[in-house]
């Protein structure tokens, strides 16, 4: 019997924290999930898509729509690669706000 695998480093800790308190728009969710960002080995396409879309609302949040812009579009790029439609459709959500911010 094979166990599930489960990675408890500081920056698989910060990418947690940062998916938790993007949704309470807490400003220091932003270094959390750059933090988390800085620390990915690039072999996890759809948790880095996961993190660049929470890292594109957080900024978004924190009044950056023109920062959130590459991380939306490079996790967009990601999501189609994993293949994640949940995923897919949770940045399309996002892309939508920030084009509508900066009108």
Not at 5 to 16: E, K, N, P, T
């Amino acid at each position: 019997m094979s166990m599930p695998y489960l990675s408890l480093d500081a920056h698989h800790l910060a990418r947690w924290r940062g998916n938790c308190l993007v949704r309470f728009d807490d400003p220091g969710t932003v270094e959390d999930l750059r933090s988390a960002l800085a620390g990915m080995d690039g072999t996890y396409n759809r948790t880095e898509s996961g993190v660049r879309c929470d890292l594109g609302h957080a900024l978004l949040a924190r009044g950056e729509p023109d920062a959130a812009q590459p991380h939306i579009q490079r996790a967009q790029q990601l999501a189609t690669m994993t293949g994640s439609r949940r995923q897919r459709k949770r940045i399309a959500e996002l892309a939508r706000a920030v084009k509508r911010s900066l009108r």
